[in-house]
Every structure is written in C-alpha cells, then in structure tokens.
C-alpha cells in the first residue's frame, strides 16, 4: 500500500477538484485498459461482455449499440467489435439477440480478474463508507453541473 501524507480538512478542502477527479480518472481507467489489453481487449469489449452475460437473449446489436455508445471515448465501431468477438468465438447471435459462448464467459472471467486487482489496488486503504461518500460526492457534483447523476 502506498503511503499519503495527512492534510488538515481546511487544505483538502482547498483543493482543486478538477485536478484530482481528472488524475484519478486517467489512471483509473488507464489502468483498466492496460489490464483489459492484456486479454486484447478493449473497454467496450468488456462492456459487451458484461452486458450480454448479465442478461442472456436481451441485447441486439442495436440496443446493445444505443446503451454503450454514450460511454465509449475510443470511437468505437460497434459492428467491428461484435464481428471480432464472434471471430474469437466468444459471442453468437441467434434470433437477432447475442449471446456469450463457453469461450467468451472464459475470456470475461480472465479480464474481470484482471480489472478486479486494478480495483483491489485502487481501493487500498478505503473502507466502503469513504468509497460509497466519494461516489455521492462525485455524483451530486455532475448533477449539479446539468449531468445526469443517476447511477448508470
């Protein structure tokens, strides 16, 4: 675990949010994409992965499309990245909906335990409380500023 100085409420609260919020973004999600890169994969890979495990012969490719699109900051070609997982055999599609192989719940589980030591190393040292109050804090601060801040 790293160790961080302690600074007094009053200079943390001094703080420029920007600044910490972007930081921790960029290696965050850095983070999560070098652990993803290592199953070839992309963040909307493991989206897809994920959303089609989560709710079997729910998603065409349409709908799957219109719920990831407004997350994805890679310029993602959808279609491309269903024909590569259906390549790898990881994803079928039968009767207009997609579904996950053998194969591709195998390549999930790979990547979620890759993506679950990048979130062990994120959270060292951070009970639950302080994470939870770090989310709300963000959260209000987005639907203070006009965005959505519904959880997604």
Known sequence: MTTTKHYSQE????????????????????GLRTALAEENLTQPHWWTLN???????????PALTAKLAPYDDQHTDFEALYADLTARGWLTETADHLTLTEAGEAGRLRAHDRNAKVHARMREGIDDSAYAAT????RRMVANLGGDGDLP
């Open 11 to 30: 200079q943390l609260a001094a703080q420029p949010i920007g600044h910490w919020s972007r930081t921790a973004a960029n290696l965050v999600i850095g």
């Open 51 to 61: 959303h089609v495990a989560g709710a079997p012969g729910r998603w065409t490719r």
């Open 135 to 138: 989310i709300d804090v963000l």
